[in-house]
């Protein structure tokens, strides 16, 4: 039985990049990201290019999104201090749930030196149930990240 292995992905795979500061304390005793940084990073990148495209107001909106499912490959190392750029898309898109790919790439490298994915369902803050449709202001938002 053969299993593929995943390979890193070029910067021309993504549609959008969001710079990701590291932090000294994210570094682990190797001297290196500590795996759980990786996750966080994604989530920061994400969270950052909704809230600049108007689309997640963390404070007032009506609609929050809650993480469903995660995955991570790890190609290279990547420490504190290096700088970081998150490439984004979108990899699928349903009626309250998006799947965000992400690559995170060290300054001036051309390979991804991670690569995952994590889904959102978009629920009513209030409610915590799914939204029957995204709201327009994501919708718009999320359209550079489908195409190039």
Do not use: K
């Given at each position: 039985?053969?299993?593929?292995?995943?390979?890193?992905?070029?910067?021309?795979?993504?549609?959008?990049?969001i710079?990701?500061?590291?932090?000294?304390?994210?570094?682990?005793?190797?001297?290196?990201?500590?795996n759980?940084?990786?996750?966080?990073?994604?989530?920061?990148a994400?969270?950052?290019?909704?809230?600049?495209?108007?689309?997640?107001?963390?404070?007032?909106?009506?609609?929050?999104?809650?993480?469903?499912?995660?995955?991570?490959?790890?190609?290279?190392s990547?420490?504190?201090?290096?700088?970081?750029?998150?490439?984004?898309?979108?990899?699928?898109?349903?009626?309250?749930?998006?799947?965000?790919?992400?690559?995170?790439?060290?300054?001036?490298?051309?390979?991804?030196?991670?690569?995952?994915h994590?889904?959102?369902?978009y629920?009513?803050?209030?409610?915590?149930?799914?939204?029957?449709?995204?709201?327009?202001?994501?919708?718009?938002?999320?359209?550079?990240?489908?195409?190039?």
């Amino acid at each position: 039985m053969s299993i593929d292995r995943p390979a890193p992905e070029p910067r021309s795979a993504f549609f959008r990049f969001i710079p990701v500061p590291t932090r000294w304390m994210d570094n682990d005793v190797y001297g290196h990201l500590n795996n759980v940084v990786y996750y966080s990073l994604f989530d920061t990148a994400v969270n950052r290019y909704l809230i600049d495209q108007g689309a997640l107001d963390l404070h007032h909106g009506e609609v929050i999104g809650l993480v469903v499912e995660t995955h991570c490959n790890f190609f290279a190392s990547l420490a504190f201090p290096q700088q970081i750029e998150a490439g984004l898309r979108v990899g699928r898109r349903g009626r309250s749930s998006v799947r965000y790919e992400i690559g995170l790439f060290a300054a001036g490298e051309d390979l991804c030196a991670a690569a995952g994915h994590f889904v959102h369902v978009y629920v009513d803050r209030a409610s915590r149930r799914p939204v029957a449709d995204l709201p327009p202001s994501y919708q718009q938002a999320l359209r550079p990240l489908e195409t190039s």
